[in-house]
């Protein structure tokens, strides 16, 4: 497994800095190539340097995750994930590794932030890092988690995808209906345990959106377009999810770059190995588990006061809607929730714009952060408000 590392350029040091671990969605989407390049590293795809980063705040770690995604890569087939829990436990070890190879970091605080599977990769991560920590396998200073748009209940979120859409004037009543059909027949496949099933389901389901919307991004509702991948007839289900949210983070363009001067410059990948190359592989393997919820992971760690747990939501990001993320969190059985539901929601006026770029609401050591303009990636559209505004409200 493959990770890639840089140290906070803080004028105090970096061991004055939190530690933050980006965790890409998918799964099969490189973290280092992706989470780097095109949402919060230091260079941009051309590698200019950004006009802000996150290493004024923070030292970024990305982890190329689950085992065959980017870099990482694996040679015998039963070495691929197919749970969360595998993926936690190779992530542990990862983990390990680089504390036992950079032990300084063991004391800095330490972060996990996320994005869509990310999100369910980051709350059994959590958990298993919770864990070693207690029982003392591994130093580490680890404080809170982050989900960004995050896969934790996939199915409230396949659940609002129609009236999320009805109310943004995308479909008509017809529409809607059509996509709530699908919907349901999604949902009971996921309430008899058949989960394979309701992966088929889910997929039909998006091919209905498609349909009625003529093309609604998944990610962005304000931008058009299928992916001519999509096209192409006769594809099964798992190809054409894996078309839709994973094949585009490997576009031609950053394909070219870490197969090119940046795998050039690092000197350590294998000749046999292809960035990327596994990655349809991985999402294959994990077909079984995507529409597990993993609810229950994010209920116990909130039972440990001394982490945070963060959500982040794009306003306008379809796939994770912030209606179906907010549906899962009331369902949580945490005993502050109703206290949360209570608590006032402040407005968050950007450095930059002096606009409002986002809400939160928070009890204890639960956080909801509403984000302004932004679609599925926010990393990409408010990159640069996500770590002030956090700094700001006490999650870092």
């Known amino acids: 497994m493959f990770w890639w590392m840089y140290f906070s350029t803080a004028a105090e040091g970096f061991t004055n800095k939190p530690l933050i671990l980006w965790l890409q969605g998918g799964p099969g989407g490189s973290s280092t190539g992706f989470g780097n390049f095109k949402e919060i590293g230091p260079l941009d795809i051309n590698l200019k340097p950004r006009n802000t980063t996150w290493l004024s705040s923070a030292s970024l770690l990305f982890i190329d995750n689950p085992v065959g995604t980017g870099y990482s890569y694996v040679t015998s087939d039963d070495a691929y994930t197919t749970n969360v829990d595998e993926i936690a436990s190779d992530l542990l070890a990862v983990m390990k590794a680089f504390l036992a190879q950079l032990p300084q970091f063991s004391k800095v605080p330490f972060y996990i932030f996320s994005e869509s599977y990310g999100g369910k990769m980051a709350a059994s991560f959590s958990e298993v890092l919770y864990k070693a920590i207690q029982d003392g396998s591994v130093k580490c200073n680890f404080k809170g988690f982050a989900m960004g748009d995050s896969w934790i209940s996939p199915v409230d979120s396949v659940l609002t995808w129609g009236p999320y859409l009805y109310a943004t004037s995308l479909v008509d009543r017809g529409g809607l209906a059509a996509i709530n059909a699908a919907a349901m027949a999604t949902k009971q496949a996921v309430d008899a345990g058949q989960f394979d099933k ?199």
């Not at 093309?215 to 099964?236: D, E, F, T």
């Open 198 to 396: 309701a992966t088929q389901l889910w997929s039909d389901t998006e091919n209905i959106i498609e349909k009625y919307t003529h093309g609604v991004n998944m990610y962005n509702i304000l931008k058009w377009g299928p992916s001519a991948k999509l096209q192409i007839k006769h594809q099964s289900a798992i190809e054409s999810l894996y078309d839709r949210h994973v094949s585009k983070l490997y576009d031609d363009k950053l394909s070219e770059l870490m197969n090119g001067v940046i795998r050039k410059k690092l000197g350590i990948i294998p000749s046999d190995v292809i960035w990327g190359a596994q990655s349809g592989k991985v999402f294959e393997k994990q077909a079984g588990d995507f529409m597990k919820p993993v609810i229950d992971t994010v209920d116990r760690m909130l039972e440990k006061d001394d982490i945070k747990v963060v959500v982040y939501s794009g306003q306008l990001d379809l796939i994770v809607d912030t209606l179906g993320t907010e549906e899962w969190v009331q369902r949580l059985h945490w005993p502050g929730l109703s206290h949360y539901n209570a608590a006032t929601r402040h407005e968050i006026v950007g450095n930059v714009t002096n606009k409002n770029v986002a809400f939160v609401k928070s009890y204890k050591n639960f956080y909801f952060y509403w984000v302004l303009d932004a679609g599925h990636m926010v990393g990409v559209s408010q990159s640069c408000q996500i770590i002030g505004v956090m700094l700001r409200y006490g999650c870092l």
